[in-house]
């Protein structure tokens, strides 16, 4: 826990307890609290970058942040930043950006070094071959008769490249391994213990043009060809491509966090510890780095206490947002009418007729659960449904049956031949789970205001609009 609370400290003292330089001058305060200009734009001009579409002028962009700033200050004076879940997740986003920082170009070039010297070893002195094979494919369980038949064919194609056919043409018609075939046999590069015994011994006794009799192996019969040989390339003329495998490897990674194990070991702290110390160091150099920091802290901890007094709670309220859409409903009504119903898929007539039925005076909401228990309540499934609130374009089988969609072209439900629908035309929503999910939004945006507008009562602010004019401007 004592490093945790280190980290936050640390991260709190570079925010606000730093002593701000001639160049970065305050450019308001929050409770108590400076922000230098350089946090300010900082997220100013990551948020109003390029692509962008809403982009805001510095001016618009101060109430922004000063109730960003003021949603974090609510959140550290409720603890939030004290809980275990936010704690682990703020240093899990923190020591992503961090653990690059702790492998060189030097350890890099060495793990590549290491890697050729390796595979040198494993190469030896008999060097890499380029073989090119055709395998007679002969299976474990095979009879005495397969196997003789398997012999005969390796030996009459040998015969016949020794008469002049061409070996690639034989290994595309006749070959079992058709990776190679399709390339007239042609293997990879190989080095020895690559491959199978007999092969290899076989392959490393021919000299480059060479060809082998038919060779038995576990697999099968083997017409080898070698086609070039070498040793292995110097380091320098491979560092490329073993730098491209350990990428592919995830080796910085790994280097990195045996670094910081290093570290930890040598001075006698804890892998967390050592975190927290590169953090405060990167950070003192660094403002984009610094700012970075703070914002996965500030950023998971607005998110938390957004969701905790605004976002959870009005979604679940569903009083309220029955009043409220009341209130606004207005604003709700579509351009286009909305079918409110079912589209569903039945194996007979009879069951056609008894879904209308089953729903006919039953509430909207209800209509799901009771076709359900009457349907499709055992192993048998009668029914197949598609239910909500559609307007024409979200559902095929609606745009033919309900909006006579002539070019509708519906997909037929295997093993449910016949297709109708119940419900009723709308022009506006009747209530708000028609159009809950813009409710929702509407009614979270308006809680948010209110929030906003009590934080604003509560704690003090205030903006130097000398220093304001010289955003990006200094």
């Not at 660094?286 to 605004?310: A, C, T």
């Not at 006919?360 to 598609?386: G, I």
């Amino acid at each position: 826990m004592k490093h945790l609370r280190l980290a936050f400290v640390l991260l709190c003292t570079m925010s606000f307890g730093m002593a701000f330089a001639q160049d970065d001058p305050v450019i308001m305060t929050i409770n108590g609290q400076d922000v230098p200009r350089s946090e300010f734009e900082y997220s100013f001009l990551k948020n109003n970058s390029e692509g962008v579409i809403d982009k805001k002028t510095v001016e618009e962009y101060v109430d922004l942040f000063i109730n960003y700033k003021l949603k974090v200050l609510a959140a550290e004076e409720a603890q939030l930043d004290t809980l275990t879940s936010y704690k682990k997740e703020f240093l899990q986003y923190r020591d992503q950006q961090l653990i690059s920082s702790f492998v060189t170009d030097y350890d890099m070039d060495a793990e590549a070094q290491k890697v050729y010297d390796n595979t040198k070893k494993s190469v030896g002195d008999d060097g890499l071959i380029r073989p090119a094979h055709i395998l007679i494919y002969i299976p474990q369980d095979a009879t005495k008769e397969q196997q003789d038949k398997a012999r005969v064919l390796a030996d009459s194609i040998y015969q016949a490249i020794l008469g002049g056919a061409d070996f690639g043409d034989l290994a595309k018609q006749y070959s079992y391994d058709k990776g190679s075939a399709s390339d007239g046999g042609l293997l990879p590069w190989l080095s020895k213990g690559r491959t199978l015994e007999e092969f290899e011994k076989a392959a490393y006794a021919l000299k480059v043009g060479e060809m082998s009799e038919p060779v038995l192996s576990p697999v099968g019969y083997h017409i080898i060809k070698l086609t070039d040989k070498k040793q292995l390339e110097p380091f320098e003329e491979l560092k490329a491509d073993i730098m491209k495998f350990l990428e592919s490897r995830n080796a910085k990674d790994i280097i990195a966090k045996r670094n910081v194990e290093k570290l930890a070991k040598e001075k006698g702290i804890t892998k967390e510890e050592v975190m927290d110390e590169r953090a405060a160091e990167l950070s003192a150099k660094d403002n984009d780095m610094k700012y970075l920091i703070k914002e996965y802290h500030d950023g998971l901890l607005l998110y938390e206490i957004s969701n905790r007094n605004v976002w959870e709670p009005a979604a679940k309220d569903s009083v309220a947002l029955a009043e409220f859409f009341v209130q606004n409903k207005d604003k709700y009504a579509w351009e286009k009418p909305r079918f409110k119903g079912i589209i569903y898929h039945v194996k007979t007539k009879s069951d056609c007729k008894k879904v209308k039925k089953c729903i006919k005076k039953l509430p909207f909401d209800k209509w799901a659960e009771v076709l359900k228990n009457t349907f499709n309540n055992d192993s048998v499934l009668r029914l197949r449904a598609e239910k909500g609130v559609f307007k024409q374009g979200d559902n095929a089988w609606a745009d033919k049956l309900v909006f006579a969609d002539a070019k509708a072209q519906p997909r037929e439900v295997k093993g449910y031949p016949i297709t109708d629908f119940f419900g009723c035309m709308l022009t506006i929503p009747e209530d708000y789970k028609d159009v809950e999910g813009q409710v929702v939004s509407d009614y979270q945006d308006m809680k948010t205001q209110q929030w906003v507008d009590e934080l604003r009562e509560k704690y003090t602010f205030s903006v130097n609009k000398d220093v304001l004019m010289t955003v990006n401007n200094h």
